[in-house]
């Protein structure tokens, strides 16, 4: 299995994240020792070009972590640039129209699921690696199994054909953005009215239905144990730069009494 969050998904096992928005190796490093499952390495609102994106996926790799890559739009490069550099899966926003998500999967998928553009970069080796030195269509089988796409559910028009989303083959998941989610349901952050649980309930069960895993965004340890013991497969709980403040802001609060 070349993706370990595949693997774990088909062992029936639970994965926790968390967004990686600070532009550091060494941090990337630091949370190779810290049990997480994998990274979302946010391109959309992080301070990433391609080279310290790159070179963060690699850190990721190295520690053990699988590094997801969340990028800006549904373009040829913002796709190529992450699935070449290596990224085991992508995280794709603000999807509304049912092209947009198709053409998605045409660009991050080989044949016969889509059509990406043939190399052999940074993230197979140059080519060297074991899974990417056989038959070109053995290449791109391997490549389309290690790459989850997982476009994420943020918007009203994504949540009501979310059934049809989850239907298209080579969509590997759904990302469930819960505050962007609440802003275009006019009820933002308002996570405990009847009809956002209901959106994300049905967002849940479309998935469980296609048997895909559904990925949620958390803000912190006990919302993330919430929606997991609800049945979630993955959690990305909070952000780098909100962790390191809080617990540095914590132990400075104690030693000053």
Same mark, same amino acid.
């Given at each position: ?38 990274? #979302? ?7 990433? =070009?391609?080279?310290?994106?790159? +070179? %963060?996926? /690699?850190? $990721?790799?190295? *520690? ?26 992508? #995280? ?7 092209? =947009?998500?198709?053409?998605?999967? +045409? %660009?991050? /998928?080989? $044949?016969?699921? *889509? ?143």
């Amino acid at each position: 299995m070349l993706n370990r969050l595949r693997e774990k998904f088909e062992k029936g096992e639970q994965v926790i994240g968390t967004f990686f928005c600070m532009s550091n190796v060494a941090v990337m490093e630091c949370l190779g020792y810290t049990g997480l499952d994998y990274v #979302i390495i946010d391109t959309e609102h992080g301070v990433f =070009d391609t080279q310290p994106m790159s +070179d %963060l996926i /690699k850190a $990721a790799e190295n *520690g053990g972590i699988t590094p997801l890559v969340r990028i800006a739009d549904v373009t040829h490069k913002e796709i190529q640039r992450a699935v070449d550099n290596g990224a085991g899966g992508l #995280i794709v926003p603000c999807l509304r129209d049912i092209e =947009d998500i198709k053409k998605l999967v +045409d %660009l991050a /998928k080989f $044949a016969p699921i *889509g059509n990406r553009g043939f190399i052999k970069s940074r993230g197979c080796g140059f080519g060297n690696e074991p899974w990417a030195a056989g038959t070109l269509e053995e290449y791109m089988a391997n490549s389309n199994e290690k790459v989850l796409v997982l476009p994420q559910c943020e918007t009203v028009e994504c949540l009501e054909s979310i059934e049809e989303v989850v239907a298209i083959d080579g969509v590997d998941g759904i990302f469930i953005g819960p505050f962007d989610l609440s802003i275009t349901m006019g009820i933002p952050a308002k996570f405990d009215k009847p009809e956002f649980k209901a959106a994300v309930g049905r967002i849940l069960k479309a998935c469980k239905d296609a048997g895909k895993p559904c990925f949620i965004f958390t803000n912190n340890a006990e919302e993330s144990r919430r929606y997991l013991d609800a049945g979630f497969d993955a959690v990305a709980n909070s952000i780098d730069s909100v962790v390191i403040t809080e617990a540095y802001r914590s132990f400075v609060n104690k030693i000053r009494g």
